[in-house]
């Protein structure tokens, strides 16, 4: 089964797995130009994944249930909240990304491939359940 792990080891990816855990975080999202570099096929509805926990141990299952390329112009209020972060605005989702993309992701992505973040910045949005937990 492949493994999905949210953010860098440590409090950030503690706190998301743990999000994860209480169903609070159902959705992540990340620049479409990530997959691109990393050639990576996009998840499918259905596929079901491992919850690695800092320490890179499974800790839960999670299945896609939607997959969507957007632009970042179009995150809405119920995908910031779906994120299981406590972002109460688009204002305050896009901030935290972009600074997030900006200073761990913008570095290794070639800017031919990512191209500026900007409302047209393409970005992929997974939505899942959790399946169990271990």
């Given at each position: 089964m492949?493994?999905?792990?949210?953010?860098?080891?440590?409090?950030?990816?503690?706190?998301?797995v743990d999000?994860?855990l209480?169903g609070?975080?159902?959705?992540?999202?990340?620049?479409?130009a990530?997959?691109?570099?990393?050639?990576q096929?996009?998840?499918?509805?259905?596929?079901?994944?491992?919850?690695?926990?800092?320490g890179?141990?499974?800790?839960?299952?999670?299945?896609?249930?939607a997959v969507d390329?957007i632009r970042?112009?179009?995150v809405?209020l119920?995908?910031a909240?779906?994120?299981?972060?406590g972002f109460?605005?688009?204002?305050?989702?896009?901030?935290?990304?972009?600074r997030?993309?900006?200073?761990?992701?913008?570095?290794?992505?070639?800017?031919?491939?990512?191209?500026?973040?900007?409302?047209?910045?393409?970005i992929?949005?997974?939505?899942?359940?959790?399946?169990?937990?271990?």
């Amino acid at each position: 089964m492949e493994a999905v792990r949210f953010a860098f080891p440590g409090p950030d990816r503690d706190r998301l797995v743990d999000a994860v855990l209480k169903g609070e975080k159902t959705a992540a999202s990340s620049l479409l130009a990530e997959w691109l570099l990393d050639d990576q096929e996009l998840p499918a509805v259905g596929d079901r994944r491992e919850v690695l926990d800092s320490g890179e141990n499974p800790v839960a299952v999670i299945e896609t249930t939607a997959v969507d390329v957007i632009r970042i112009g179009d995150v809405d209020l119920t995908l910031a909240r779906e994120e299981g972060e406590g972002f109460e605005s688009v204002a305050g989702w896009r901030e935290a990304h972009e600074r997030f993309w900006t200073e761990e992701v913008m570095p290794r992505v070639p800017e031919s491939m990512a191209g500026p973040l900007n409302d047209d910045a393409k970005i992929v949005v997974v939505r899942f359940r959790l399946v169990s937990s271990t």
